[in-house]
């Protein structure tokens, strides 16, 4: 099925169901429906048809869930762009995708006045109104487009169309494109639900980005479902976060490892104080296992879900939460309708306990990067069966006797210090293991006599931690070349536009230390 065809089902089967809850709009499924089917017609009205892309320039709010099954009703691709992107970058995203039409917020304008400035492809932009009630210069009132009549669109496209297009990190810098069908997206999203026990009576709490993948899955898996999304902009203030969990008993609540960091470290919080809790599931990177049990402290009975992906396929793997236990550090087994292998540079299975590149092969895998085939050639390689095509994730993984996976580290995040190769994700797991250190995260920094020397930077839980603390905690539990040699403190970690921990911007501030 096409996404926006479960937004329709839902409708006509649910409509007085609360789809979407945020800060200050409620709307009801039929309302979700008729306000996309609106917007889709002003966007066809205005030039956009099938295959056309569209990005959708918001923070979380209404206005941009809306906009995604909008875009998909007219035919069109929609591509997520993280608020806080820059005009430089935006104007680079034009160029790339060649969008038809911007959906954004008076806020951002400037922005986007400013990366226009940059381009001349003409386009068509639809803004949210200013808090003066006033629509930005050079855009279409938002608010206009919603009054359009809901006439369908008829654009005649397949489940096999491009879906979105959403942005990744790339290794020159310059981000990539990857490309999602309907039918990719479909599938993600099924087996997804499916390991998490997901259902329409499910009420689901999103911080997360809708540009960050794992964000936007929220949204398209709960109206998969039929079920409620309660949208937040960020997790900046927790407790009026866990007070919104209360009001709306939500019952999942996805996580990246800062924000169960943060968690961790308010002590005023008691076991259980989110009742209604189902589930809690875990994105972005590995917990460490010291954090996991501290989770499961604060959160009795609830289903702890420790995962690993990427945005070319989505999810990879999950650990059942029965086997938190036996299987400690471990980011679990292939998701439903997918395998997932872990092979030498031949392409040959390597046995348990040795590491190798893991490689995802299933129906949620991409199409590949917008007009970039080397990058695609580089990623998606020929696999069985013969005409199938298989994804090289780049990261390094190993498996126990029971084919569990663990996650050893990326390829080029591999630290050779004195002759050894070292895996930062193993010395920030000790450090996260120190009671006065709230996160960590670990690089090389090039070093004359050791090649690269293990550098540690720390947000401290406890301010009286020293470095000299640290060295004798890390010598107790690592071997001696996998000590840091650099420690400095910090704030917090430097992080990119989608929270995640950067090694690269990490090793920036530690070189500023030295």
């Given at each position: 099925m096409r996404v926006e065809e479960f937004l329709i089902a839902n409708g006509a089967a649910r409509p007085t169901k609360t789809a979407l809850v945020t800060e200050r709009v409620r709307l009801r499924y039929d309302e979700l429906d008729d306000l996309a089917s609106r917007l889709a017609a002003a966007l066809a009205a205005n030039g956009v048809g099938r295959g056309d892309r569209v990005l959708v320039f918001m923070d979380n709010c209404w206005e941009a869930a809306v906009s995604i099954f909008a875009v998909l009703k007219a035919g069109a691709v929609f591509s997520p762009i993280n608020a806080s992107t820059k005009a430089d970058k935006l104007a680079y995203l034009i160029g790339d995708c060649e969008p038809a039409a911007i959906l954004t917020q008076a806020k951002l304008m400037p922005?986007?006045?400013?990366?226009?400035?940059?381009?001349?492809?003409?386009?068509?932009?639809?803004?949210?109104?200013?808090?003066?009630?006033?629509?930005?210069?050079?855009?279409?009132?938002?608010?206009?487009?919603?009054?359009?009549?809901?006439?369908?669109?008829?654009?005649?496209?397949?489940?096999?169309?491009?879906?979105?297009?959403?942005?990744?990190?790339?290794?020159?810098?310059?981000?990539?494109?990857?490309?999602?069908?309907?039918?990719?997206?479909?599938?993600?999203?099924?087996?997804?639900?499916?390991?998490?026990?997901?259902?329409?009576d499910d009420v689901i709490l999103n911080v997360l980005p809708l540009a960050f993948d794992y964000g936007l899955y929220q949204l398209l898996m709960a109206v998969r479902l039929g079920a409620t999304l309660?949208?937040?902009?960020?997790?900046?203030?927790?407790?009026?976060?866990?007070?919104?969990?209360?009001?709306?008993?939500?019952?999942?609540?996805?996580?990246?490892?800062?924000?169960?960091?943060?968690?961790?470290?308010?002590?005023?919080?008691?076991?259980?104080?989110?009742?209604?809790?189902?589930?809690?599931?875990?994105?972005?990177?590995?917990?460490?296992?010291?954090?996991?049990?501290?989770?499961?402290?604060?959160?009795?009975?609830?289903?702890?879900?420790?995962?690993?992906?990427?945005?070319?396929?989505?999810?990879?793997?999950?650990?059942?939460?029965?086997?938190?236990?036996?299987?400690?550090?471990?980011?679990?087994?292939?998701?439903?309708?997918?395998?997932?292998?872990?092979?030498?540079?031949?392409?040959?299975?390597?046995?348990?306990?040795?590491?190798?590149?893991?490689?995802?092969?299933?129906?949620?895998?991409?199409?590949?990067?917008?007009?970039?085939?080397?990058?695609?050639?580089?990623?998606?390689?020929?696999?069985?069966?013969?005409?199938?095509?298989?994804?090289?994730?780049?990261?390094?993984?190993?498996?126990?006797?029971?084919?569990?996976?663990y996650f050893v580290g990326r390829k080029d995040d591999i630290i050779k210090t004195r002759g050894e190769k070292v895996a930062p994700k193993e010395v920030e797991a000790v450090l996260h293991a120190h009671p006065g250190i709230a996160e960590a995260v670990v690089t090389g920094m090039p070093d004359p006599i050791l090649g690269h020397a293990i550098a540690a930077l720390v947000v401290r839980s406890d301010e009286a931690l020293s470095e000299r603390d640290i060295v004798r905690h890390c010598a107790m539990h690592l071997e001696d070349f996998m000590v840091p040699k650099l420690i400095a403190f910090h704030n917090e970690l430097p992080k990119t536009e989608t929270g995640k921990v950067s090694r690269r911007l990490a090793a920036e501030v530690l070189g500023a230390a030295r």
């Open positions: 922005v986007v006045s400013r990366a226009r400035s940059l381009s001349s492809r003409p386009l068509f932009i639809a803004s949210t109104p200013a808090p003066s009630g006033l629509v930005p210069q050079d855009a279409a009132s938002f608010e206009d487009c919603l009054a359009t009549a809901p006439v369908p669109v008829g654009h005649g496209g397949a489940d096999t169309d491009l879906a979105m297009l959403i942005y990744t990190s790339g290794s020159t810098g310059r981000p990539k494109g990857v490309m999602m069908t309907h039918r990719n997206v479909d599938a993600a999203a099924e087996s997804i639900t499916s390991y998490l026990r997901n259902s329409a309660v949208l937040e902009k960020s997790f900046a203030f927790p407790q009026a976060i866990f007070e919104r969990i209360r009001a709306e008993q939500v019952t999942g609540f996805p996580l990246v490892p800062t924000m169960a960091a943060l968690i961790l470290q308010m002590r005023d919080l008691a076991p259980g104080f989110l009742p209604s809790l189902r589930y809690v599931s875990n994105t972005a990177a590995a917990l460490p296992p010291v954090h996991i049990a501290r989770l499961r402290e604060l959160f009795p009975g609830v289903r702890l879900y420790s995962m690993y992906g990427l945005t070319e396929c989505k999810r990879c793997t999950y650990l059942p939460p029965e086997e938190l236990d036996r299987r400690p550090g471990s980011v679990g087994i292939a998701i439903p309708a997918t395998e997932a292998l872990v092979l030498d540079d031949a392409g040959n299975r390597v046995p348990p306990g040795v590491a190798g590149e893991l490689v995802i092969r299933g129906p949620h895998v991409m199409q590949g990067y917008w007009r970039n085939e080397a990058a695609t050639r580089q990623m998606l390689r020929p696999g069985p069966p013969p005409w199938g095509r298989q994804l090289h994730t780049g990261d390094l993984f190993r498996t126990d006797e029971e084919g569990f996976l």
